[in-house]
């Protein structure tokens, strides 16, 4: 069974840049995460999605982040404009369910340097 | 805010077992105790969850408290591979089992 894959792995740009990362989870996974995890620390969720329908989206920046699950499989999480802070590594994961103790699977993550 | 405490960073020998604590004294009654792990450079990979009994799976054990105050994650046989930064973490029931993540335990295994 393919993992959740994300691109690209690596990501270096100025502040105040515009910057998108693509996230394509298990087939059959109903319920997609985007987390930011800061060295050092646990990730923190950004956002979660349900097929194509936002779940939790309280502590996504909206000002500045956005993302979006095109017809409930792939998605892409934006950045715009990058502040120095949002240097981070950036985790989709997908889960079968949402609710319940559902194991949640991870990509690999984009490492995001804003300069 | 992190609901769990764990120790930042802990040491084992190979071969040996590892007995990995957290505390979570406010969990509810039906919230599940996961745990992960993330090894270094990738993204976290599951573990193990339980509820109130102990749970036994390839990778590990779960020991839950009787009073789910606090659990022990084992790992009967320590491998170099086992090195990762271990993240207790519980499902917030009361918000769609939202999974809200500490700073986790620093595991080193000595060859």
């Known amino acids: 069974e393919a993992g959740v894959a994300q691109s690209p792995r690596y990501k270096i740009i100025e502040k105040r840049q515009s910057v998108a990362f693509w996230c394509n989870p298990i087939s059959g996974h109903a319920t997609l995460y985007w987390y930011q995890q800061i060295l050092g620390q646990g990730p923190k969720l950004l956002i979660q999605?349900?097929?194509?329908?936002?779940?939790?989206d309280s502590q996504l920046p909206k000002d500045r982040f956005s993302a979006e699950r095109l017809k409930g499989v792939d998605s892409t999480l934006k950045i715009q404009p990058a502040k120095l802070e949002d240097s981070a590594v950036y985790l989709c994961a997908s889960s079968f369910l949402a609710g319940g103790p559902n194991e949640q699977f991870f990509g690999p993550g984009t490492r995001l340097t804003v300069l | 805010d992190a609901k769990t405490t764990q120790p930042n960073s802990m040491e084992s020998n190979e071969e040996e077992p590892v007995h990995l604590p957290c505390n979570h004294s406010t969990i509810s009654g039906t919230d599940y105790i996961h745990w992960y792990r993330q090894l270094p450079s990738q993204g976290p990979e599951y573990v193990i969850h339980?509820?109130?009994?102990?749970v036994n799976n390839r990778m590990a054990s779960l020991a839950i408290a009787e009073d789910r105050k606090s659990s022990t994650l084992i790992l009967h046989r320590a491998t170099l591979r086992d090195a990762a930064v271990y993240y207790c973490?519980?499902?917030?029931?009361?918000?769609?089992?939202?999974?809200?993540w500490g700073l986790g335990t620093s595991l080193a295994v000595n060859p």
């Open positions: 973490i519980w499902g917030d029931a009361g918000n769609n089992r939202k999974l809200i």
């Open positions: 999605f349900q097929n194509n329908g936002v779940v939790d």
């Open positions: 339980g509820l109130t009994s102990n």
